[in-house]
């Protein structure tokens, strides 16, 4: 009950800014991935699931190489600016945990090194599918060279670039894999 002496804000009538960081502005719901990023357990991990997910439903689209490549690079050029609105809307830092957009998009960019039909002939993909997912957590996590310098980059563009990075690991590894007869 209310006293004169009481000063505290009623929760109701303090601005919505003030109560959530803005997660369900439209930059911060794209940048974690509805939400996925949001979950406190590895939530870089469960962008990068996405990721596999989203590469498979691309692959199986039928879409001709160069459609497929240009789907990809347009997510990933997006998430460019989606990943610099959501970490100024969130204020934590500059690559904040809940942004997985950027491993979202860069598992599927990473995945044009295999052809189509080895990625989305399920059951027969699914260990190609959890290499690469493997194999993007390793370097998204380990950052080998230039991961480490491009998550240096300005807003945005640093958040996309090292995964950017680890895409590329992925990629080369997963040549080398198959070229072995591995995968």
């Known amino acids: 009950m209310g006293s004169s002496l009481d000063t505290s804000t009623p929760a109701d009538s303090r601005p919505a800014a003030a109560a959530a960081p803005g997660w369900f502005a439209p930059a911060v719901l794209a940048a974690t991935c509805g939400g996925v990023g949001r979950i406190p357990l590895a939530p870089g991990t469960l962008g990068a699931a996405v990721g ?11 879409l001709p190489f160069p459609a497929e490549v ?12 989606i990943c610099t609105a959501a970490a100024r809307r969130l204020g934590r830092g500059t690559d904040p945990g809940a942004i997985v957009f ?3 998009a860069s598992v599927p960019l990473g995945l044009l090194a295999v052809p189509a039909a080895a990625r989305t002939a399920l059951p027969e993909s699914l260990p190609l599918l959890l290499a690469a997912f493997a194999l993007h957590r390793l370097f998204d996590i380990t950052k080998p060279f230039p991961c480490r310098r491009l998550e240096h980059l ?13 895409a590329a690991w992925m990629a080369v590894a997963l040549a080398a894999c198959r070229w072995c007869g591995w995968l």
């Open 52 to 62: 596999v997910g989203l590469a498979l439903a691309i692959g199986r689209l039928g």
């Open 70 to 81: 240009a789907a990809i690079v347009a997510i990933n050029a997006v998430g460019v600016p």
């Open 102 to 104: 950027d491993e979202m």
């Open 154 to 166: 300005p807003a945005g563009l640093g958040i996309m670039a090292d995964d950017w990075g680890a």
